[in-house]
């Protein structure tokens, strides 16, 4: 661990630390799901950078997809007590970033994460 997370995580209040971790959960959320997206969406839209669904068979195996992957996130947010305001918080602002800003911040914000290798 660096001396600014250490020194961040003395002085941070719980909420910020539950925060932060949140965050970058929901980080991995998008980038995870948009890969997976990638690979059975048949459609493309070039200016949001986000695969898209052509069939109802697509569109039915990435919402399964994504459903199960954020009930795992919610239910591990729930095991560390992390408030529900808190979580929709991060996952609003992690909503806002592109493929390629999420795989950026995820190399900052939790460098030991192999972003080939997440699952």
């Avoid at 839209?45 to 996130?73: C, G, W």
Wanted: aromatic letters at 16%.
């Amino acid at each position: 661990m660096d001396f600014h997370r250490e020194y961040y995580e003395i002085f941070a209040s719980p909420s910020q630390v539950h925060y932060e971790h949140a965050f970058v959960k929901w980080l991995e959320y998008y980038y995870q799901t948009e890969v997976y997206d990638r690979r059975i969406c048949s459609g493309f839209n070039e200016k949001t950078q986000s695969a898209i669904p052509l069939s109802t068979v697509e569109y039915t195996d990435i919402n399964r997809n994504a459903k199960r992957f954020m009930n795992k996130i919610v239910a591990e947010f729930r095991d560390k007590e992390i408030d529900e305001d808190t979580w929709r918080a991060a996952r609003y602002e992690a909503a806002r970033y592109s493929h390629v800003k999420i795989e950026d911040l995820l190399t900052v914000l939790n460098p030991t994460i192999k972003l080939g290798e997440m699952k």
